[in-house]
């Protein structure tokens, strides 16, 4: 447990967990991606620690690219209900595309983009995601490249916000007592 300006967080994954599985992750991303013209993904903005320690993490050349969605919510669940609000700035047609996103929670935000991006006819579509979250699935996304797998619980940190805050704590953890 420590705390983060008064509020109480307990620590999932402190920061040298989090370097260590950045840093396997990346390893095998390069010998997957060897010779490929890979395209690396960011989705907004709950991804973006996590999108750029991993391309640094990786031994290769790359592209980056930035794409942002919103989920309507009902409740506290995504309706899959999904909309691109800002969209990438050069075509993804024939790349290898390498969708890096915070956490797989429901998997419907998820399900749609890969639709959406497949569309686009790229060379290969596939997923890394920090965290996964299987209590929560109501939909089978495959994830080629998964940081840690999560109970049900809400997590902040390391790019993933409680109402936009907390997104730089430098480790994933739980707000005990919202
Ligand atoms: P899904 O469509 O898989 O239900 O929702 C995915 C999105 O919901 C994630 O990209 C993330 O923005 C948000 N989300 C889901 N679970 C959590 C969580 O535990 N903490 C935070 N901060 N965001 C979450």
Known sequence: MTTFHGKKVRVLYDEAAVRARVRELGAQITRDYTDKD???LCVLKG???FFTDLARAIDLPLTLEFLGVSSYQSGTETTGEVRITSDVSKPLAGKHVL???DIIDTGLTMQFLLENLKARHP???KLCALLEKPAR???QVGIDY???VVEDVF???YGLDYAEQYRNLPFIGVVQGK
């Open 99 to 101: 969708v890096v996103e």
């Open 137 to 139: 699935a109501r939909t």
């Open 155 to 157: 997590i902040v940190g």
């Open 38 to 40: 890979l395209v690396l």
């Open 47 to 49: 991804s973006v620690f």
């Open 123 to 125: 060379a290969s579509v």
């Open 146 to 148: 998964k940081g840690f």
